[in-house]
């Protein structure tokens, strides 16, 4: 009999696996435990190592580049996903398989698509068999509680979580100032870097994964994910939170690889971050709205440096 993993509220809290729910194929007559959906989230394929210039090597001439042959390179898995809230559709989004039922949530809470209701639960098997659509649909249910979404006009790609999406401004209309908090020990910040990037174990055998983790005042990490999409790992984390009834993330800050754009700061904001990290430069416009939020933004950290644009009091 096929079964279709859920994760719901009724499971014991003390269910779970490396901190996710143990899912529970609620779809069979009998309710058994089932410890984990293994997807697989990397792909082997043969590539040709080619060295042109200097390393070229003498034999192949001044401009032939040379072939070292074949061999295997691990590549990330991309993969849609197909969101769904109490029925009706979200959108698309790519993303790498895994934690799913944490993006789908995550998603659904920083556009403020759920608007206060409480998740109720989380399926593969909304719209049918969960085998026959390969995992890739999953059904927020709420009892109908969330006000019935919009679809998004398109998928959202890896690199966009926003495109086809509603207005800028209605995303952050909707969020009130972060209350007022202590000012962070900023020196706490390569430490965090450091330890997410020891935690990256998809990027180490691809580097082709962003990453993004909560982390407390202290610099320790906490919960990291990985994705193709910054903005996925950073629902992956937020869901995983909502999920956990640990929101707002008072006394928190998020890391994300690579820039703060405008979407990382929002979703930051829209979860309770304090402060906000990234390994690269934000936009103008992601200062800006951290400004809005009463929110630290740093950017550019590195072992022993990193710019700050805005604290609470600036």
């Known amino acids: 009999m096929a079964v279709c993993p859920v994760w719901t509220t009724t499971d014991p809290a003390s269910c779970s696996f490396n901190g996710a729910p143990i899912w529970a194929p609620r779809c069979a007559s009998g309710v058994t435990t089932v410890s984990a959906m293994a997807r697989r989230r990397t792909e082997t394929i043969l590539a040709r190592r080619v060295v042109v210039g200097a390393g070229a090597g003498v034999d192949a001439g001044a401009d032939a580049p040379a072939e070292s042959g074949r061999r295997p390179d691990e590549l990330i898995i991309e993969e849609p996903l197909e969101i769904r809230l109490d029925g009706h559709l979200v959108g698309t989004t790519m993303r790498t398989p ?15 698509l759920l608007a206060g209701a409480p998740v109720l639960s989380c399926r ?3 719209t049918g068999s969960a085998v026959e659509t390969e995992f890739n649909v999953v059904s927020v249910d709420t009892g109908n509680r969330a006000p019935e979404p919009v679809a998004r006009l398109s998928t959202a790609s890896s690199s966009c979580g926003i495109c086809g999406s509603v207005q800028l ?48 005042r202290d610099g320790s990490v906490g919960l990291v994910r990985e994705d193709i999409g910054r903005h996925n790992a950073v629902d992956k984390v937020v869901g995983r939170l909502l999920l956990d009834d640990a929101l707002p993330a008072v006394g928190n800050g998020l890391f994300v690889s690579g820039r703060a754009s405008f979407e990382m700061v929002q979703k930051a904001w829209a979860a309770g971050f304090e402060l906000v990290v990234a390994v690269s430069a934000p936009s103008a416009l992601a200062v800006h709205t951290a400004q809005r939020a009463g929110m630290t933004l740093c950017g550019f950290v590195r072992e022993n440096s990193f710019n700050l644009y805005t604290t609470p009091d600036r």
Request: proline share 3%; aromatic share 10%.
């Open 169 to 216: 401004d209605e995303l952050t209309d909707r969020l009130t100032t972060i209350g007022d908090h202590e000012p962070w020990d900023l020196d706490v910040l390569p430490g965090v870097v450091a330890g997410v990037r020891d935690a990256q174990e998809l990027f180490a055998r691809t580097g082709s994964v962003h990453a993004a983790a909560s982390f407390t």
């Open 98 to 112: 895994g934690h799913d039922f944490e993006l789908a949530v995550g998603l659904c809470f920083t556009d403020g």
């Open 124 to 126: 593969y098997c909304g």
